[in-house]
C-alpha cells in the first residue's frame, strides 16, 4: 500500500488519488451543466458517480503504471 507523507503524517495515496478525482469529476460536472448535456442523462447522481469512479481508476493507475514500467524499451 502506498502512502504519502505530510510533515509526517502519513495519508494513503488512494486517498489523495479520490480527491484529484473529485475535483476534476467536479470542473466536468460544471462544464456539462453549462452545456445542458444532463438533459440526456436518466440519472444524475449516478452519471457523477460512474464519472468520479473512472477518473480514480485513471488517476490511480498512472502512477502504477509508472512505478512498474519496464524502463528498457526491449533491452534483455
Do not use: D, K
Amino acid at each position: 500500500m502506498q502512502e504519502v507523507s505530510f510533515n509526517g503524517v502519513f495519508v494513503p495515496a488512494a486517498l489523495l488519488w479520490a480527491g484529484c478525482a473529485f475535483f476534476l469529476s467536479s470542473v466536468i460536472n460544471r462544464l456539462l451543466s453549462r452545456t445542458h448535456f444532463y438533459s440526456l442523462i436518466w440519472h444524475r447522481g449516478l452519471f457523477n458517480f460512474a464519472l468520479w469512479l473512472i477518473l480514480w481508476a485513471v488517476i490511480s493507475a498512472i502512477p502504477y503504471h509508472f512505478a512498474f514500467a519496464s524502463g528498457g524499451g526491449g533491452e534483455r
